[in-house]
């Protein structure tokens, strides 16, 4: 199974940004999971959902303002960022539900002040 994240970039404090991971088999039998890494740091939950969709969870650094979401006739993920924060920053990363997939390249967001 490949995984490839897509649509980071630079946005300011405040300001938005949706990214994408696309899966290449097994999408729609999986809980899906994105994660936050900063440079030489551990990999961090920030929000999970389930096969169909209707259930989402989130870390609390990011309750109320990421979205998670999935287009499983695209086999792809997504998560959409609001109100972002400097400390939002980092690579993001998507997985199943337990990481069981090899990790994609990442997404990197970087959030100015």
């Known amino acids: 199974v490949q995984l490839v994240e897509s649509g980071g970039g630079l946005a300011q404090a ?3 940004l949706r990214i ?3 899966v290449s088999s097994g999408f729609e039998a999986n809980y ?3 994660h936050r890494r900063d440079p030489g740091k551990a990999r961090e939950w920030v929000a999970t959902i389930s096969t169909d969709g209707q ?3 989130y870390a609390d650094s990011v309750k109320g303002r990421f979205i998670i979401s999935r287009d499983n006739a695209k086999a792809t ?3 959409q960022m609001n109100n972002l924060k400097p400390e939002d920053a980092g690579e993001y990363f998507c997985n ?3 990481g069981v997939y090899h990790w994609g390249p990442g997404a990197r967001v970087v959030v100015s002040s």
């Open 14 to 16: 405040g300001g938005s």
């Open 20 to 22: 994408s991971c696309t």
């Open 32 to 34: 899906m999971t994105w």
């Open 55 to 57: 259930e989402t969870e």
């Open 77 to 79: 993920l997504y998560l």
């Open 96 to 98: 199943s539900r337990g």
